[in-house]
């Protein structure tokens, strides 16, 4: 959880590129879920040589922001003029970054640019801090920033990243 100690630079940013507003409560601590993009259709391998190559594409990865809020309209009552519209059990906002979908849920506000990233956490019966130790889950509630990666996840889209990088560095010499 990113805690109310969160660097302000970063702070302002998420406040400012979201249109956060009164209903957002940065001592409740912030948290973002990546999740696998396979399920999604993401060749994150293939979007990885296309950024290399220069490339620019409208890639929209599958993770949720959980926002310290009790309802999505008090989140982003920071700018008025801001197009909502009920898509399913969703609020579908349109920001300066693009569409994104957001819920309320257990004292947070449920954030992604990905519907079905979105209804995926919601449907979730096995949550990421169930795997979690209880001397664990205390470091991260202290802690300011913290990380949790699932490497039998991540573990090969970082390997292959490296492997790609090396590829074309070797290319290139």
């Known amino acids: 959880m990113l805690k109310d100690q969160m ?74 003029d801001l197009k909502k519209e009920t898509v399913g059990k969703f609020t579908k906002i349109t920001v300066d970054v693009g569409p994104i979908y957001a819920i309320a849920s257990n004292g947070y506000v449920l954030i992604s640019p990905v519907e079905k990233a979105l209804t995926a956490v919601m449907e979730a019966t096995k949550k990421a801090s169930g795997e979690l130790t209880k001397d664990q889950a205390a470091m991260i509630a202290r802690g300011d920033i913290a990380v949790q990666i699932n490497m039998k996840l991540a573990g090969p889209m970082i390997f292959k990243m490296m492997d790609l990088i090396e590829k074309q560095a070797t290319e290139a010499s």
Request: no cysteine; hydrophobic share 45%.
């Open 7 to 80: 660097p302000d630079g970063l702070m302002a940013l998420m406040k400012s590129q979201l249109k956060f507003g009164e209903g957002f409560n940065p001592s409740g601590g912030v948290a973002v879920a990546m999740l696998d993009p396979v399920p999604f259709g993401i060749d994150m391998e293939a979007n990885i040589k296309e950024r290399m190559s220069g490339k620019k594409g409208d890639l929209q990865l599958p993770f949720v922001i959980f926002v310290p809020s009790k309802d999505v309209d008090s989140v982003f009552a920071g700018a008025k």
